[in-house]
């Protein structure tokens, strides 16, 4: 039975680290220790309380808030889970069989909290509530665990009321923080220095071929297929490997460097990418959308009559806005990841062109487009190539920085015409 770090692929140093981590708490837990006193990034080793008299800190190895980080795919939020399941594992070790390990593997643990944000930005209402929550103590009788996922989409009045909660830890609490990277934009550096940091890497593709071959049961040359193409992303690759639809959209993004001959194609290419990642946006939120908007007129009492019924009638168009605006938010953050997914696929293209160029001795990441590129790569030559590739990842840079996805995508087509 694989226990609960299995999943993590690729990411040996820090399963290390978590295993050592997780045991370390259920040694304070024994010991019944009160508090994680002290426990900062350099590893824990402020806590005065003694395993038994065995002169062993029970805590060193063991921080109450940690900060996943690593490329898209990597499994920050996989690594998070398990680390999750680890602390509440009657083992302390992440067995994967124990009720603890089961409970918060399948997300109903009462003592772990996953906070996935669905818009652009976690907000400060959402952070408090979720702060006050996490003080309490602990159901099972072992660790509140609060997951934040994305936690670079925290507002920064949110970041100020997690802070202040990590500064002054409940003693059973521990925040599990997930970013891509280190960097201020990410995550304040006041937070950062109070976490422990896990680096994930890009996993190899060997790696994310091996989990979809032996997790998913998926053939194993589509699984070394699709893990090429997914780029080192291992949801992206087990999308790939099993949903025709996203196969689809992945050919359509590598057709549109051929369709680019001139101005009005680049226009055309641009619409299309932009409309692709709308529709596609569209069916993977508009399900939530309806049900969510269903529950809350049903916990509304709607077409309800007698008194009160226009008081309470008139609070519910508030609640039923307020749902509006958070559906809005999170349609809009779905077309934007589409969309990334979609340059991302294209920058892999232009990366292969760029390596196929330079004869450099590595594998191309889209195998079925490999003679395009090839092609593209006598045409353009490295420097074409590269400029290309520039492109694609300035594009990226500037819908992060807010430009208009429809511009900065016009602007890139006509940068990949021209060269
Ligand atoms: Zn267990």
Redesign the pocket.
């Known amino acids: 039975m694989p226990d ?1 770090f299995a999943d993590l692929v690729g990411q040996d140093e820090a399963v290390v680290e978590l295993r050592r981590a997780a045991a370390a708490a259920a040694a304070v837990l024994r010991a019944g220790a009160a508090a994680l006193v002290n426990a900062g990034p350099a590893g824990g080793h402020g806590s005065a309380a003694d395993e038994a008299g065995t002169g062993v800190d029970p805590s060193a190895g063991m921080t109450h808030a940690w900060i996943f980080t690593g490329p898209p795919g990597s499994g920050r939020s996989v690594a998070a889970r398990a680390f999750a ?2 602390l ?4 302390g ?6 009720p ?2 089961h409970t918060t593997m399948g997300a109903t643990n009462a003592d772990v909290r996953m906070v996935v944000p669905e818009g652009l930005s976690i907000g400060v209402g959402e952070m408090r509530a979720l702060v006050l929550r996490a003080a309490s103590t602990p159901s099972g009788g072992r660790w509140q665990v609060v997951v934040i996922e994305d936690a670079d989409r925290l507002t920064e009045a949110a970041g100020n009321a997690l802070l202040k909660a990590i500064e002054e830890p409940p003693p059973r609490t521990v925040f599990l923080l997930c970013a891509p990277s280190t960097h201020p934009d990410d995550i304040s550096v006041t937070i950062r220095s109070r976490c422990r940091v896990v680096p994930l890497r890009q996993p190899p593709a060997a790696a994310v071929a091996e989990v979809l071959v032996r997790r998913d049961g998926i053939a194993p040359d589509v699984a070394q297929w699709a893990a090429s193409a997914a780029q080192g992303h291992v949801g992206r690759a087990r999308r790939l490997a099993r949903d025709p639809e996203a196969r689809k959209r992945r050919e359509a993004v590598l057709a549109v460097p051929r369709r680019l001959t001139g101005v009005g194609a680049a226009f055309d290419a641009a619409s299309a990418l932009i409309e692709a990642a709308e529709a596609e946006a569209e069916a993977s939120v508009t399900e939530a959308d309806t049900t969510e908007r269903a529950a809350l007129e049903t916990a509304l009492g709607a077409g309800g009559t007698g008194r009160g019924a226009a008081g309470a009638l008139r609070g519910a168009a508030g609640q039923l806005k307020e749902l509006e605006k958070r559906q809005k938010s999170r349609a809009t953050r779905a077309q934007r990841d589409a969309l990334d997914r979609a340059l991302v696929d294209l920058a892999g293209f232009y990366r292969d062109a760029l390596t196929m160029a330079l004869r450099a001795p590595v594998a191309p990441v889209h195998t079925d487009t490999a003679a395009l590129a090839g092609a593209g790569a006598q045409k353009w030559d490295a420097d074409g190539a590269l400029r290309r590739l520039e492109a694609v990842l300035a594009c990226r840079a500037a819908i992060e920085a807010n430009v208009k996805p429809r511009i900065a995508v016009e602007a890139m087509m006509l940068a990949l015409w021209k060269g």
């Open positions: 609960v399941a680890a509440q594992c009657v083992h070790t992440g067995c994967g069989e124990c603890g390990c």
